[in-house]
């Protein structure tokens, strides 16, 4: 009796379970009923992510390697434990949530004017130091609207006022800036090969902007936005006279709080959408040719998962060899039908009925193995 395949390949469920823990549980309810109905399956898991939390976990599940600690400073400066991972070859892999993630803050802490991604440069100091010369960037999950400034102070990167003194943390001092010396940067940083994991191409500034997309869910309000667009507009004016690099219009440069526009103009880095790099290292494309049938998921799919996220990029794969996808979803919301049309086959929320946000992700475990059980009941019942 030839076994089923089935690839199980799903992005984090934000706030509730990781990537591989979700991996998991929908392995737990084929399994489940596989044996209760005596059907044979082979399953591969390859837990995903997209660039934000959960990236390192991600890659180093598809690759192998090992995760080193290390200590930084979090958004709010205080000295918090933290990572990063590094693969066989010895390529670096780093989330910047890590280290300068909302994650990392209370929702009452939350202040781009003040939040600051020094973190996140001591975590790519850190891979230098381990010997690293490649690295990847995951950037999602940002608490952060300093435009990356706080992760090249870190780097050794001055950001001077017109009194000749380093300016503070936060998305609030880049006014200040009258002069940035690159003259100090960490030699190391220059010669590495940077890849950022990214899959949001906002612009620096604007209406399509860092701070007027991203900053109200990071704590500004209506004031802060316009004073941070401003703050961000004037950093790259400053980019563009001191270094000669014009990045504020560049796709991408709005990522993570205009850390984007940071990495590309003081590392040198090239942005590529985070789901094509997990991808390519998991050899994803010769799993879902091989498979039956994929699973993957989400914590909410809607119309935002259009813009690069896990589902869209299997979907995608999947379509070009004709394999079904399943998306098992944390909610169903508006827009996600446009995902049918780009291959997904069937879409399932998890919720099994009427429950709170905080009751659903405490027992998004337990209501994602129920959802698998369910979904395969009918897959294998086909005969």
């Keep these: ?72 400073l979090d958004p709010l ?41 020094y973190g996140t440069g001591q975590l790519i100091k850190a891979a230098l130091d ?25 780097l050794g990167i001055s950001f001077l006022d017109a009194e000749g003194k380093e300016i503070g943390f936060g998305g609030g001092e880049l006014s200040k ?61 400053m980019i563009k006279r001191d270094l000669g690099k014009d990045v504020a219009d560049v796709p991408g440069s709005g990522a993570a709080g205009g850390l984007g526009a940071a990495l590309m103009a003081f590392l040198e880095a090239r942005m590529k959408p985070g789901i094509e790099i997990i991808m390519e290292i998991a050899r994803l494309e010769e799993k879902i040719k091989g498979a039956d049938v994929v699973i993957t998921g989400e914590g909410s799919t809607d119309s935002q998962t259009l813009y690069g996220k896990v589902p869209l990029g299997i979907a995608r794969v999947a379509r070009r060899w004709r394999t079904p996808v399943v998306c098992l979803s944390g909610s169903l919301k508006e827009g996600y039908e446009a995902l049918y049309i780009e291959g997904i086959t069937a879409f399932f929320s998890i919720t099994s009925g009427p429950m709170t946000l905080e009751e659903a992700m405490e027992r998004g475990e337990e209501l994602l193995e129920k959802t698998s059980e369910n979904v395969f009941r009918l897959y294998f019942s086909r005969g």
């Excluded at 590094?86 to 780093?94: C, H, M, N």
């Excluded at 300068?100 to 802490?109: A, R, T, V």
């Excluded at 490649?134 to 706080?150: E, M, R």
């Design 1 to 72: 009796m030839k076994a089923v395949k089935i690839l199980i390949a799903p992005d984090s469920f934000k706030g509730s379970l990781t990537s591989l823990q979700a991996a998991n549980a929908i392995e737990r309810g084929i399994l489940k009923v596989a044996s209760c109905v005596g059907v044979k399956v082979d399953v591969d898991k390859v837990p995903m992510a997209d660039g934000g939390e959960g990236t390192v976990e991600a890659i180093i599940c598809a690759a192998g390697g090992r995760m080193v600690r290390t200590k930084v």
């Design 77 to 117: 400066g205080r000295e918090t434990d933290s990572f990063f991972g590094v693969l066989p070859d010895g390529t670096a892999v780093i989330e910047m949530a890590a280290a300068s993630g909302l994650n990392l803050l209370k929702p009452e802490e939350r202040n781009p004017m003040k939040t600051t991604t």
């Design 130 to 154: 381990y010997g690293s010369r490649k690295l990847i960037i995951g950037i999602g999950g940002s608490a952060t609207n300093d435009g990356g400034v706080g992760m090249a102070q870190a």
């Design 177 to 237: 800036i009258a002069k940035i010396d690159v003259s100090r940067l960490d030699p190391r940083a220059k010669e590495a090969e940077i890849v950022v994991a990214c899959d949001v191409k906002n612009v620096l500034c604007g209406p399509q902007g860092a701070s007027a997309v991203y900053g109200p869910q990071k704590g500004a309000t209506p004031e802060m936005v316009e004073i941070l667009d401003q703050n961000l507009r004037h950093m790259a004016s």
